[in-house]
């Protein structure tokens, strides 16, 4: 079948992104679903700075390649072996198919999933394959999702079965944003009780672990960011303090108004400044955790002694140490009752025409969450 796509050809244009058009729509090529695979019609995706970082080339990916990750929709077709989906079930997509068969797996840890990783940096399907295409020109697909399309094929690894009675807009922020950002508090992180917890960088996981935190009980939200629009979004979110990062002395100024330092620091923007503020803040025995993915090639130091002396800890969290069957649902009942408010995360919707312009916003730091509705 022919689904109207979002494809980048090459990567690290200049901006404005409106411009230089880094991501052509174009028609292409979607091949039936192969056994354990799905066809989607795509509801809603969310343009996400993992997507971004695609474009600047940041996050190196083979191309050309059919964008898109976070995001929702509703099955139309099921290929052979899978018997726990039918025609007009409700799904999210996730980004890292999980086989439960390697070490990561099997230690309940699906985010480490070795042939899912492997799948994700090839472009392909979790089964090493591709379905998209223009004529005899093979198309990558993005972290096996590839949702900036009317339409997608995907592994029944990269999709988790929800409930219908959540609008698709709310339910993509779900397979990207909040797992990574509401998991890293409570799993990767365990926030304990009555804790003092910074997030630096307030984007949708940044925004998302804000809210985590509250919902955690944490006693202290510290919001750091150099975008005061977001300070402001992140005090009605619940943030207790807000805190500009452009200033030269905010880890002096935290840690002065914390008395040495919060228990809990989230760096979710991928920023080694961003990083250098988290540890900083962090106090005595406090836990660093960050989200970010940076740029392959960047580099963070910090004094080597402070992991003893101050026997500080120091973490990564991809996807929010989640499993996605598990979480997604758990996350999305709090969300129905009114305590963790996700939908807040939204900034404004566009069509798929429009995604140039979004990612331009998205670049400045203008935007939260952009949802492409199809």
């Known amino acids: 079948m022919q689904t109207k ?122 089964n090493g394959e591709r379905r998209l295409r223009q004529g005899d020109d093979t198309i990558h697909h993005h972290i096996g999702v590839s949702a900036f399309s009317e339409y997608a094929v995907v592994s029944r690894n990269s999709i988790v079965k929800v409930d219908k009675d959540i609008p698709f807009e709310k339910l993509a922020l779900f397979g990207c944003a909040v797992i990574t950002g509401v998991g ?93 503020v988290a540890y900083g803040i962090t106090k005595r025995g406090g836990t660093t955790v960050t989200t970010g993915l940076p740029h392959p090639q960047h580099q963070f130091s910090f004094p080597y002694v402070t992991l003893t002396a101050e026997e500080k800890t120091l973490k990564g969290s991809y996807v929010g140490s989640c499993v996605p069957d598990r979480d997604i649902p758990r996350f999305m009942e709090l969300f129905k009752q009114e305590k963790l408010p996700v939908d807040q995360l939204m900034t404004e919707f566009i069509k798929l025409d429009d995604i140039n312009e979004g990612f331009d916003k998205l670049a400045k730091g203008d935007a939260s969450r952009i949802i492409i509705q199809f």
């Open 184 to 276: 890293a508090v409570v799993n990767t992180a365990n926030v304990k009780l009555g804790s003092t917890v910074a997030i630096v960088g307030l984007g949708g996981i940044g925004l998302s672990a804000l809210l985590g935190a509250v919902t955690a009980g944490a006693s202290r939200v510290i919001a750091v960011d150099i975008n005061e629009n977001k300070l402001k979004q992140a005090k009605k979110l619940g943030a207790t303090d807000v805190f500009n990062s452009k200033d030269e002395t905010v880890i002096e100024q935290i840690k002065e108004a914390t008395n040495g330092g919060v228990n809990y620091a989230f760096e979710t923007a991928g920023a080694v400044p961003a990083m250098e």
């Open 5 to 126: 796509a979002a494809v980048l050809r090459k990567s690290g244009v200049k901006h404005p992104y409106t411009e230089s058009q880094p991501v052509r729509i174009e028609t292409v090529e979607l091949d039936a679903p192969k056994r354990g695979e799905v066809l989607l019609e795509i509801k809603a995706a969310s343009l996400c700075h993992s997507d971004l970082s695609v474009i600047n080339g940041s996050r190196p990916r083979p191309l050309p390649m059919v964008l898109g990750h976070e995001a929702s929709g509703v099955v139309k077709e099921v290929g052979k072996g899978i018997e726990d989906l039918e025609e007009g079930d409700h799904v999210v997509c996730v980004f890292v198919p999980s086989c439960g068969h390697c070490l990561p797996c099997k230690e309940g840890r699906p985010a480490l999933c070795e042939p899912g990783a492997k799948a994700n940096n090839e472009g392909t399907l979790f």
